[in-house]
Structure formats: C-alpha cells, structure tokens
C-alpha cells in the first residue's frame, strides 16, 4: 500500500538549479490555442474541405510542441502543452469513455454553451485517453511533463446522469477508468499526474465521495508518482481539514483572485500535504509585477514551508491572450527563484515554521 504524501518532489529539481532552496514551479494545465490550430480545427469539421486526418494530427502536433517550448522559455520546472488536444475539460473525456453520449449544447450562463454529455449505460474504458499526448510531448520537452486529467467527481457532476441510481455510483465506477488510464501514463513515463476536481468547491459537502474517488485512482500508483489535486473558486473552509485525509501528495488552490483572504483557512490545523499555491490570476489580462508575486509566494509561506510549496497560476490560462500568459509564467519563475535565493541569505521569515512574518506581509 501506498503512503501519501510521498517524498517525490525532488525528482523535479532542475539539475543546474543555482538556490539550495527549490519552489517547484508549474502551471495548472488549459492554455491558449494559437488561431491557426482553431482554423485548422474548423477545416477538419467541414466536410468539403480536404483537410484529412494527417493535416489535423500535424497541426495537433505542431501546436503542442509551440505551447511545450514556450512554457520551457519561460523557465518552469514542469511543463504542460497546454491542452492543445483536447476541447474542454468533460467533454474531451467523454468522448472517448463507453457510456457517454453527447444530444446538444445546453446554456451555462449568459450566451455561452457547454456540450454537456450524458451517461446512457455503464461506462466503460475504451481507448486510451492522454498516453499519445504525454508520450508526444515528453519526446519534445526538455523538463518533465505534468498530466493533468479531469477527476471522476467533475466528470460525474457535471453529466446528465441517466443510468446509474445516483452520482456517487458514477462517480466511483469513474475513478476505476482514472485509475487504469494513470496506470497506463505511468507505464509511458509519467511521473506527475494532476487530478482535476473543480466540481468540488461548488459541491463540498460531498469531499467524503471525492476522498473515495481518490482512494480508488492512486490504488496501485507507485509513490514515486506525484499526485496532485487542483480545487478553484469556493469557501475553502468546508473543505478544510478534511482535504488533509486525501491520499495525494499536493493539493493545488486558487487563492490569487480572493486576494487571499482564504489563506488563514489552512494555517490550523497544519497543513500536512505540499501545496501547489496560485500566485498570478488567470481571470485578469494585467501582468502581476515580480514584486506582486514575491508577496504572493509569502502568502504560502505562512501554510507550509519552502520544501512543500510549488508555485503556479491560479488556473488554466487558456483565456488570457498568449502573450500575457507568457509574460505572467515569466514573472512567477522569476519571482520564485529570487524568493530561493532570499530564502538563502535568510533574508524571508518563514512563518509557517514559527518564524516572524515581515511587517508588510
């Protein structure tokens, strides 16, 4: 059996890395598309267009390579290739999972549409979900690769449910899928897997179904396999501590765009996992200073220390345009690696050790 947290995060420390003290730096996974992918997409749906199968796969390719090598450049210990293969975060997995059917876009909110799937029949594992797309892109990557997956709760809650007697049914008959295609990515390579449960914050009386999705995903998923949980947007309060139970080894928050105001939630009790802390805002085009977000580093000081803190923007940033998503990644790493090199000097009070916080924390 398994013990989480896992001592793997070292595994990710840069070999020419300059500070002794290491913030893992990463991103959370959806990035801009580039135009083109999107016109190409648009070619491959029409019918009467000649943009077959290997055009589609090419500019697929092309594309993941683009985002891989800009994320590098900017500097990140972990990179992603932003999604470039996939739609949206359910409707990619469904496709490709037996059971699911898709009858029609339904409205969200405003005028925006969301094609909502639906469970018609047990769901099964059909082919494989993201082997190709992690095997792609950790051919061209010179740093490791993050995987990021929508988790089972997610899948199931945002669905129309209409064969299993409730939700939690589908959701762990989900999570047994999750757990093969992982096993799957960690016979590939893959060392770091994030599981996407966004659904959780709107919904946190059911943590208990997601602790047990969870239970049932890293069954048999060898420690050395980093695992991570993303939750954004939500009263982080009634899912704290209870989080803390979860078998993963770094729970990843958004907490730039509330400011912060959630961050003494997880200073009591202690916070026992790694925490991946949101440092940029995904939902404003403004570019945060170095300054800005060597302040917002701090904020994490206060739950853990430096050697369980990774540093990563709040969310996805596929709705930024790219060029302020790079300039937003560039400034983090940098933020990070001179926030190592104070930490060094001992020149930041790290208060989640007992240290004093600094007068303008």
Known sequence: MTERPADNREQFRPADHDNDHFLLTSVVGSYKKPKWLDRARELYEDDEDNFGDTEWEEAKDDAARLITEEHERAGLDTVVDGEMRRTEMVEYFAERIEGYEFNGRVKVWGHNYFN????????????????????????????????????????????????????????????ELVNEEIEQLVDAGARYIQIDEPA?????????????????????????????LHVCYGDYSRIYPEVLDYPVDELD?????????????????????DLALGVVDNHTADVESVEEIKANIQQGLKVVPPEQLTISPDCGLKLLPREVAYEKMENMVTAAREVEAELDAGEIDVPALGETASADD
Request: net charge negative; with cysteine.
């Open 116 to 175: 909502k799937p639906s469970v018609a029949e047990t769901v099964e594992y059909g082919e494989q979900w993201l082997v190709d797309e992690f095997e792609f892109t950790d051919s061209v990557a010179d740093r490791p690769v993050k995987v990021p997956i929508t988790g089972p709760y997610t899948l199931a809650n945002w669905t129309f449910n209409e064969a299993y007697d409730d939700d939690e049914a589908l959701a762990y008959d989900l999570a």
């Open 200 to 228: 959780l914050a709107t919904t946190p009386d059911d943590h208990a179904i997601v602790g047990e999705c969870l239970e049932r995903i890293v069954e048999d998923i060898p420690e050395e396999v980093r695992i991570g």
């Open 253 to 273: 928050l958004e907490l730039t765009n509330g400011d912060y105001e959630q961050i003494d939630v997880f200073t009591d009790p202690e916070f026992t996992l």
